[in-house]
């Protein structure tokens, strides 16, 4: 079967540093997406991993465990506009990806 | 480069009507995706295309819902009769190719925001 876990609300002030955990069950797997997604608005690629690791894309990284079937996104110097809901989407190899709830992150002055 | 265009932005009916959603990928992209956002969770696949022809369609309630991507460009998803429980946003998304989200990940549109009562 497939599964997918993540924290439904995660609050933090500017400046801080806020960590996503993502834990997933599925059949097939070859990568984990992340997206943002804003109230109303479209979701937006994030970062991917297809290794284990880390990836690092500015102010945003992250890691994949394929081992524990445990990813997480790490979000540096928080900012008022990443506020948004935040998604992780494991891929089972023909770009189908599987997205669950999501994260709401809540930047607050 | 341009952006997936979605029309219409909303669209309001009443249960038992008949409603049709429109998209228009980024120029290149051979897939195709539409998935239903119902307000609170996340996006969940109805149906993937590459080129012209359907990848995946498991999702798709046949009975009520079809959609065509005719010359393996723009696409519509059509619903048939309209439920209420069918509101949702729709998405349309697009990828340079199948291989791999390393590369070619997904191009999300606007959506069109359903209601139906």
């Known amino acids: 079967g497939q599964s997918l876990e993540q924290p439904s609300e995660v609050t933090a002030v500017e400046g801080a540093i806020v960590q996503i955990n993502c834990t997933y069950q599925t059949s097939g797997f070859y990568g984990l997406s992340w997206y943002q997604q804003h109230d109303g608005g479209a979701p937006t690629f994030l970062s991917y991993n297809g290794l284990d690791g880390l990836e690092e894309t500015g102010r945003f990284s992250s890691f994949l465990s394929r081992s524990d079937s445990y990813g997480y996104l790490l979000l540096q110097e928080l900012q008022m506009k990443d506020s948004a809901s935040y998604f992780c989407?494991?891929?089972?190899?023909?770009?189908?990806?599987?997205f669950g709830t999501g994260t709401r992150l809540l930047v607050s002055p | 480069e341009a952006g997936v265009a979605q029309s219409p932005r909303y669209k309001i009916i009443e249960k038992r009507q008949s409603v049709a959603f429109w998209c228009n990928p980024i120029?290149?992209?051979?897939?195709l995706y539409w998935y239903q956002q119902i307000l609170g969770q996340g996006p969940k696949l109805l149906i993937q295309f590459q080129n012209n022809g359907v990848v995946d369609d498991s999702q798709l309630p046949k009975d009520r819902f079809s959609a065509e991507r005719l010359k393996g460009v723009d696409s519509t998803l059509k619903i048939q009769p309209a439920k209420l429980e069918d509101s949702a946003v729709y998405l349309c998304?697009?990828?340079?190719?199948?291989?791999?989200?390393?590369?070619?990940?997904?191009?999300f549109g606007n959506g069109t925001r359903l209601t139906v009562t």
């Open positions: 989407a494991p891929e089972n190899g023909f770009q189908k990806l599987v």
């Open positions: 998304a697009s990828s340079l190719d199948r291989q791999s989200s390393y590369n070619s990940p997904l191009h």
């Open positions: 120029s290149g992209h051979a897939t």
